[in-house]
Structures are given as C-alpha cells and as structure tokens.
C-alpha cells in the first residue's frame, strides 16, 4: 500500500511539474509586428492595443510599444511575450502620452519635501483610444503578421 501512493504520488509531482513553464499558456498567437506613423513620419512610444472583435470569448487582447522607429511588436495577453496576438479580427487603439513631471528640481524624500507631481497629456486624437469608434482593424492570420502598419492623422475625418 505505501508503494501504491508513493508511486500516486510521484506520477501527481511529475504531472503537475509537466504542465508547468514560463511560457503563457492559452490560445494559440501568431507573430505581429508593424508601424505606427503620424502623418507619414515614426511615432516612438506609442502604446497599441488589439481588442478582438470577437464576442465569443476565444480571443484575447494583445498589445506592445513602438521603438524609436515607430516599430510595434504585441504580447499576447497570456504572457507569450512579443510572440503576437491569437487568429482574429481586431480593433487596434493607438495612444502616445506625454508625461511632465511638476516637481522637477525641488527635494524628496524629507519631511518637508514634495511628493512627485505629474501631468499627463494625450497627444493623439481621442478616436484613436476609442474602443467603439477607432477606424483602426486589423486581422491577425496564420503565420507571420508583418506589415501591420498604421498611419494616423493628427485630424482625422469622422
């Protein structure tokens, strides 16, 4: 009988190690990868989310940065990082915020010190962060995803 559940035990142990990794688990992700541009020119530091259009529950939202290039690569959202977005159509949002910092140059820290102040500020048009009306889609299809680019206008029509 104790060699019964020392073997149950160690098939629960390796099974349970088997399952386990540092890679996200979930759906299955393509690769993704694009530019964002405004009016033509790279856009750095912008934040691009992909929101499934998709109602069913089998998709899941992706996002990443651009570099100083206006280059974006998306993370799935189950952890695969930079590995893309799962098969769909989406809705892509598109932000860039400028933060300043109101306290530069005075102490911290000491009793009498400032507790860091920002501002934030959208430098983009707000249907572009727009979940309902961004004019942005996309669709994520098997196998490599490049090319996914994206030219925003600082005015774009309604």
Not at 21 to 38: A, D, F, H
Not at 66 to 73: K, P
């Amino acid at each position: 009988m104790v060699r019964f559940f020392t073997f149950l035990g160690c098939f629960l142990i390796l099974t349970g190690i088997s399952g386990c990794g540092t890679e996200g688990k979930g759906l299955r992700v393509e690769y993704v990868e694009g530019v964002i541009s405004l009016e033509g020119k790279p856009l750095p530091g912008a934040s691009v989310t992909f929101i499934p259009l998709a109602e069913d529950g089998a998709m899941e939202a992706a996002g990443g940065y651009s570099n100083e290039n206006g280059v974006y690569r998306l993370t799935s959202g189950n952890g695969n990082s930079e590995k893309g977005a799962v098969l769909g159509e989406y809705r892509v949002l598109v932000s860039k915020i400028e933060a300043k910092d109101l306290t530069e140059g005075k102490e911290y820290g000491t009793s009498t010190g400032y507790a860091k102040t920002f501002t934030q500020k959208q430098l983009l048009p707000s249907v572009y962060q727009d979940r309902t009306k961004s004019p942005l889609r996309a669709t994520v299809k098997k196998g490599k995803n490049k090319g996914l680019d994206f030219d925003l206008k600082s005015n774009p029509s309604p």
